[in-house]
């Protein structure tokens, strides 16, 4: 059951009763194996839950391999990037962030 092409669907956009100036978004990641995602922050908190697979996930420098029903919270503008080795990786991300920016920056 290969993933044959990268896919990242937004499945949710919304702001939040308790602090209406925080927009949350709900994300789908699915990556092919040897798969790159560039480095990049967000303008808020991050949180992935690897549904399937593994990847290496680069967080401010350091590198830490994630598996399989791993979660792990990415901090505020922090600059991190996935990439899938051997096997492909599925993903839900769950994003709480300054409303109106962009979900991602790139960074060189």
């Given amino acids: 059951n290969s993933i044959e092409l990268l896919k990242l669907e937004n499945l949710l956009r919304d702001s939040l009763a308790l602090a209406p100036d925080v927009e949350i978004v709900l994300s789908y990641l699915e990556m092919p194996d040897t798969t790159d995602l560039p480095a990049h922050y967000h303008p808020g908190e991050e949180f992935v839950y690897v549904i399937e697979g593994s990847g290496e996930l680069t967080l401010e420098g350091k590198k830490?391999?994630?598996k399989e029903g791993e979660f792990v919270k990415i901090p505020f503008k922090?600059?991190?990037?996935?990439r899938t080795i051997d096997q492909h990786a599925r993903a839900v991300v769950f994003r709480v962030h300054e409303p109106g920016q962009p979900d991602r920056i790139l960074v060189e």
């Fill in 64 to 66: 830490t391999v994630l």
């Fill in 78 to 82: 922090a600059v991190h990037s996935f």
